[in-house]
């Protein structure tokens, strides 16, 4: 559908095989795991442009999605998505009345108290190693269904693009707050400006794009 609503096609979403998708993944978690390593004390203090969140606070709510990616390999359901495509999850979590606006404070909690309950080591691991082999065994299971954090069933190819854009986003964040230049995976990239533009409704995305209108369509993802 055109006019001012959402295509909703997942023509974007669906561009990535999975195996696309988990390369790109572990790709961009062994950055993550890197730079872990590698960060001085005083860098792991840092603020960042994330309200109250320091870099270690930063790392440690990226550093979830290794882990959750272990959870989601273990919840395989022989049932139809409730969401055909990552996107279509992301528009009703960006919802006024979705969780990623009515959570947005206990997530930020639950990342400022895991940077303080888990050592370095432990976030490193979790790119580094609990993130590799929840990925392979991804790879074995293909685009399943499984059961997204209790909230939504969705194929798990989807879910890793949702991974990609976590792991994307944050880490221009860690970026940003490191002086660093944003150098990030291409993939990475391009994978999650698609799963963007197709969160936006395409004419005002077209526009505001080309500079045609001043409309408040961003952020399209909190």
């Known amino acids: 559908?055109?006019?001012?609503?959402?295509l909703g096609d997942g023509r974007y979403s669906?561009?990535?095989?999975?195996?696309?998708?988990?390369?790109?993944?572990?790709e961009l978690w062994s950055i993550w795991a890197e730079l872990g390593q590698a960060m001085t004390d005083?860098?792991?203090r840092r603020p960042t442009r994330l309200g109250d969140w320091d870099v270690r606070s930063l790392y440690s709510h990226a550093a979830w999605w290794p882990t959750g990616l272990s959870m989601l390999v273990d919840s395989v359901r022989d049932a139809e998505p409730t969401h055909p495509t990552a996107v279509a999850l992301l528009r009703d979590f960006n919802a006024p009345d979705?969780?990623?606006?009515?959570?947005r404070d206990a997530v930020a909690a639950?990342?400022?108290e895991n940077a303080v309950k888990h050592s370095t080591e432990q976030?490193?691991?979790w790119f580094a190693g609990t993130g590799p082999r929840a990925i392979a065994t991804a790879r074995r299971l293909g685009p399943v269904v499984i059961d997204y954090f209790g909230v939504a069933l969705l194929r798990l190819d989807e879910?890793?693009?949702?991974?990609?854009?976590?792991?994307?986003?944050h880490l221009l964040d860690l970026h940003r707050a490191l002086d660093r230049p944003p150098e990030v995976p291409a993939a990475g990239l391009t994978q999650t400006a698609a799963i963007l533009a197709e969160m936006a409704p395409p004419v005002e995305f077209i526009e505001v794009a080309t500079g045609r209108s001043a409309s408040g369509l961003f952020p399209v993802l909190s």
């Open 14 to 26: 669906r561009a990535m095989t999975i195996d696309e998708r988990l390369s790109t993944l572990d």
């Open 42 to 44: 005083e860098q792991w």
């Open 123 to 125: 976030l490193v691991e």
């Open 159 to 169: 879910a890793a693009g949702i991974g990609v854009l976590e792991a994307t986003v």
């Open 110 to 112: 639950d990342a400022r």
């Open 98 to 103: 979705g969780i990623a606006n009515t959570l």
């Open 1 to 6: 559908m055109l006019g001012g609503q959402p």
